[in-house]
C-alpha cells in the first residue's frame, strides 16, 4: 500500500507529490520519489499543473494551457537560471530531489543539469536531469510499421511512469505518428522526448536521400507546438566519420545515425542538421525544448566499443553543447550502448570533459552481447556502473530488445531493471536520502515485518505474491522467520536475541541462557545462502 | 542447436566436452564451455570419469570408481601440483580454459586456484577455480523444513547444469539429507559443496547449544564419503567477534554464521571449528576436500557492509588459509553479500591481500536492499563488479532470495543472470577468447543470421520465442531487418551496404547511388533506440 502525498511549496500551486509507504509498529513512514503523476481520464488529458507559471512569466502567448512563443523570446529554464531566477519548475524539482531550489538553479545555469519542459506541454511535472541529482531513467514507447496501437502506447506510458520511469521517449515510427505523439504528450506528467527525424523520413515516403532541412524543420515545429520537452538530434554524424564505422563488427546501429549517414553519402554533403544548428537552437529556445544530442554513430557490439568514431562524433557532440548554450537552450548528449565494464568510466569522463558538464544520458550500456531476451539485464549492469560514474539519466533496455516490440510486461521488466541500476548509483554516489530507503526495508526484514517488507519494495505485488508461493498463509506475513528456511532455522531470529546478549554483558547473558535450559536459540535459521 | 564435442586431451580417457553452435554460411561453429555433463539414467548414476586417474594415483583404496583414503596420504590436487605433477585433472581443466595445463598447475601451487575433487566424486568432470581463469557460477538447491522433495532437487541440479552452473552446492536442511545429497553428488559432473553444519545440526535436534566438535567431525566424515567436493565452514566466526554484530542493522544473517555464534555465546567458548582447525584440515586432505571458508559475519544490507565484523572474520580467515596450505588442503573464500558499488573494490582488495590470493567466492553482492524478488539483478550488478575485480566464482541469487525457495523457473534465471554478470566479468578482464562468443552472436545479428544470433545466445529458445511473438513467421527468420522496425526502417541494413560504399571510394558509390536511382539506401532501418 502506498499513498499519494503532497509537499507545499512556496506558493499553493506547487504540490510536490510523493508516494508514501505506510510502516506499521512506530516507525516512521517512507517517502518515495513519484513519477506517476495525478491520473486522470485518457479522453481528457491531464490538467494543465504549469499553465499559470508559464502564463505569468508573459513570454509566450497563452494557449490551451501552454502557449505560443512570443518573436525573440527564449523562455528556457536555462535563461531563467542564468538571470538568477529559481522559477516554479525549479522548486518543485528541488522538492522532488530534497535540496535547495539555488541548487537546482545553480545547475541547469552552469549546464550541468536540464529541466526539461515544453512551454506548450503544461501538464509535466518538473523534473530535473544532472550528475548532481538522483539519477533517472527513460523508457522508450511507440508504435512501429510492425504492431501497435495509440491505446497501446498511452496505456504503456501509464504503465512505465507508475513503475518509475522519469521521462518517456515516443519513438512511434509508420501511420498515425502525430496522433499517437499527441494522446502521449496530453496525458503525460513526465517529460516527453522524441527522434524528430523519424517523423521526417516518413513525409518524404521512407526515403532518406528525400529529406532536406525545410522537411525537418517543419517536422521540428509541429512535435513543438504540441508539446514535446527534449528532441535527440542526430548532428554530429558528420560525413568524414561515417567511413570510420565501415569497418566495424556492427557498423550504424542507431536508426537516425544510419539515416544521417545514407543523406550524407547520397548527397556527399555535410549533415544538415550540423550546417543548419543555428537555427534549430532558435527554434528549440522559442519553446524551451531540449537538445539530447544522439550518438548516431554510437556502438553497437563489445567489439566496437570506445572506437574512433564514436569518440570523433562525441568531440563534435562537446562542440554542439556550446553553440546550443550560446542559444540558452538546455542540452544532455547521449551516450552508448554496448560497452565492456572495463571501458565505461572512459566514456563518462570523456564525455564530461568535451561537453562542459552536460548531462549525459546513456543506453544501458550492455556489457556483452551474448544475452538476446535479457538484455534488461546485461545493460543494467552498464546502467548501473555509468551511473555511479556519473551519468545523469539512464535510457532503458527491455528483455525485447534485438528481438521485438517490448509488450507490458517488457515495460514493466525494463523500468525496474533501471530503477535499480538508477538507485544502486544514487547509494554509491551517497546521494543524500538514498539510503534511507534501503535502511527501513533492511530493518523492516530484519523484524520480519513481512508486509512493511512488501510495501517499501519497488515491485510490491510481485514481492508478496512470491513470498505467497512459498508460505501462502496469511499468518506467515506475521512469522518470525524465512519462508527459505522454515521455523527451525533462522538466522534473523537469532540475531535479534544476540542484539539483547550483547546489550546485557555476555557472561550473564551466557548464564540466564543456560539456566533457561538452553531454548532460546532454538528458532535458530537463517537466510539462505551459507 | 547445440552439439556436444569432445577435445582429446593427452590420453584417450581424457575427452573434454564443449557445446559446439554450428553457424550457417562459411562462418566457423563456435565452442561454448559446457556444464551440463553426459546426461545419465537417474537411478544409475553417471558413469565414474576419474576413476581410472584416482586409482592409478595409488593412494586411495579403489572403491565404487572413487576410493577409500590410505592412512597418511594427501591425495590432494595441491599437494600434485606443489610436486610439480599435472594430473589429468588440470589437463581437463586447462583444456576446458584454453589454457596450457601448466598453468593450472601452478595456479593452484600458489593457492590462487583451486580444482574442487573428492576422490569419492569420479563423476565429476574438473574444474578450475581462480581469478586466472573463466569466472564461475555456484547454484544454490537443497530440500527445507517447508518444502521440496529429493526428486525435485535431483532435476534441479540438472536443469541449474544445464544453464551453466558450474558447481552447485545442496544446502539441504530437515528430513533426509543424507539420501539428497547421495543422489546429488552420484548424478553431478560438477563440484559438489555443502554446508556440513546443517546436518550436523539435525544430529543434534536442532539445537545450536548441543553441538560438538565430535558430532561435527563424523558429519564431516559421513559427506566426506558420499563424494562432497568443498565444504563451507564457518570457522572464523570468532566470540570476540559476536557482538561486534550487535548493532548491525541486520544482525548475522549467515545461517552458519548464526548457529556458530549461538554456540560461542551459549558455552563462552571459542568456535570449535576454529579450536580444531588443523584436525579439519587432516580430514579434508584425506579426502582431498576444498575449504570454502565461510562469512558467517557477512553483511545482509547495505547499512552493515564492510564493517568491522566483516573485515575482523576475514583476517581471521586469511590465518585459516595458511594453516589449510599447510596440510595440502585446497582452499577458497567466501564474500558478501550486500554491498553498495563504491565499496566492493574494497572487498577484493582486502581478501586477496589477506589471504594470500586464494580464490574469492561471493554471493552477488547485492548493490541496493529495496528489491525484493528482483534480488537476481540487484545482485548480478555487484556479481560482475566484484568479478571484474578479481572473484573467482560468484553464488548465485535467484529472484525469490528473501521471500521463498526457488523453484525451476527460479534457478534458471538466477543461472542465466550470473551467467551473464561471469561473461561479463571475463571480458572486462580481457580473458583471451572470451571476446569470440560477443562477436561471433553480434557478427550474426548484423548479417541478419536470426537462427545463428538465437543458438549462440545464453538462451536459445527464449530469444527465439521473443523474436516469434513479434513476428511468427518462419520467413521473418532470415528477414533482413528487425522485427522492432519493420522493413523501412533497417541501420543494420545500410550499415552493411556503408561498409562496401567506403571500400569502393566514397566518391564514386555516390555517383553510382544517384545514377542507380538512389533507391539503394531505401531499407534505411534500425535497432530499437534513437
Not at 509507504?21 to 491531464?46: H, K, M, W
Not at 505560443?68 to 527564449?74: D, F, K, Q, V
Not at 562537446?318 to 571501458?343: N, S
Not at 527501513?440 to 512488501?454: C, G, P, Y
Request: aromatic share 8%; with cysteine.
Amino acid at each position: 500500500m502506498r499513498n499519494k502525498v503532497y509537499q507545499q511549496g512556496s506558493r499553493p500551486d506547487i504540490r510536490v507529490p510523493f508516494a508514501e509507504v505506510p510502516l506499521t509498529g512506530d516507525n516512521a513512514p517512507v517517502r518515495l520519489y513519484d513519477t506517476s503523476g495525478p491520473g486522470s481520464d485518457p479522453e481528457v488529458g491531464l490538467p494543465p499543473l504549469r499553465g499559470p507559471w508559464i502564463a505569468e512569466r508573459g513570454d509566450v502567448a497563452p494557449v490551451r494551457g501552454g502557449g505560443t512563443p512570443l518573436a525573440g523570446t527564449r523562455p528556457t529554464q536555462l535563461a531563467y537560471a542564468r538571470a538568477g531566477t529559481i522559477t516554479p519548475e525549479m522548486e518543485f524539482a528541488a522538492i522532488r530531489e530534497g535540496v535547495d531550489p539555488a541548487v537546482v538553479r545553480d545547475e541547469i545555469a552552469a549546464g550541468r543539469a536540464v529541466l526539461p519542459a515544453n512551454v506548450n506541454h503544461p501538464e509535466s511535472e518538473p523534473m530535473v536531469i544532472g550528475s548532481r541529482f538522483l539519477v533517472k531513467i527513460n523508457a522508450n514507447i511507440g508504435t512501429s510499421a510492425v504492431t501497435s496501437s495509440v491505446a497501446e502506447e498511452v496505456d504503456k506510458l501509464t504503465w512505465a511512469t507508475r513503475w518509475g520511469a522519469d521521462t518517456v521517449m515516443d519513438l512511434s515510427t509508420g501511420a498515425r505518428i502525430h496522433e499517437t505523439r499527441e494522446a502521449i504528450v496530453r496525458n503525460s506528467a513526465v517529460p516527453i522526448g522524441t527522434v524528430p527525424l523519424y517523423q521526417a523520413l516518413e513525409k518524404v515516403g521512407g526515403d532518406p536521400v528525400k529529406l532536406s532541412w525545410e522537411v525537418y524543420r517543419d517536422t521540428i515545429v509541429e512535435q513543438a507546438e504540441q508539446g514535446v520537452d527534449y528532441m535527440t538530434v542526430h548532428a554530429g554524424v558528420l560525413l568524414p566519420y561515417v567511413p570510420l564505422a565501415a569497418d566495424r563488427v556492427t557498423g550504424i546501429v542507431s536508426r537516425g545515425g544510419s539515416i544521417m549517414a545514407a543523406w550524407c553519402l547520397a548527397h556527399h554533403e555535410e549533415n544538415f542538421l550540423y550546417t543548419n544548428f543555428a537555427e534549430l537552437c532558435s527554434l528549440f529556445a522559442r519553446y524551451d525544448i531540449t537538445f539530447s544530442l544522439g550518438d548516431g554513430l554510437r556502438p553497437g557490439s563489445i567489439a566496437d566499443a570506445n572506437d574512433e568514431a564514436q569518440f570523433a562524433e562525441l568531440r563534435t557532440l562537446g562542440e554542439l553543447t556550446r553553440v546550443a548554450w550560446e542559444h540558452d537552450v538546455q542540452v544532455m548528449i547521449e551516450g552508448p550502448g554496448h560497452v565492456p565494464m572495463h571501458k565505461i568510466k572512459e566514456n563518462v569522463d570523456l564525455q564530461q570533459e568535451l561537453c562542459g558538464g552536460a548531462p549525459f544520458y546513456t543506453l544501458g550500456p550492455l556489457t556483452t552481447d551474448v544475452a538476446p531476451a535479457y538484455d534488461h539485464i546485461t545493460s543494467a549492469i552498464g546502467a548501473a556502473m555509468i551511473g555511479m560514474f556519473g551519468t545523469a539519466m539512464l535510457c532503458y533496455v527491455t528483455p525485447k530488445e534485438h528481438l521485438g516490440l517490448p509488450n507490458r510486461d517488457d515495460v514493466k521488466a525494463g523500468v525496474i531493471a533501471y530503477k535499480i541500476a538508477a538507485h544502486a548509483a544514487d547509494l554509491a554516489k551517497g546521494h543524500p536520502g538514498a539510503r534511507a530507503w534501503d535502511d527501513a526495508l533492511s530493518k523492516a526484514r530484519f523484524e520480519f515485518r513481512w508486509e512493511d517488507q512488501f510495501n517499501l519494495s519497488v515491485d510490491p505485488e510481485t514481492a508478496r505474491s512470491y513470498h505467497d508461493e512459498t508460505l501462502p498463509a496469511s499468518p506467515a506475513k506475521t512469522a518470525h522467520f524465512c519462508s527459505m528456511c522454515g521455523p527451525k532455522f533462522c538466522s534473523m531470529k537469532i540475531s535479534q536475541e544476540l542484539k539483547e546478549y550483547a546489550a546485557r554483558g555476555m557472561q550473564d547473558k551466557s548464564e540466564e541462557f543456560v539456566s533457561a535450559g538452553g531454548r532460546v536459540y532454538l528458532p535458530v535459521s537463517g537466510l539462505p545462502g551459507r
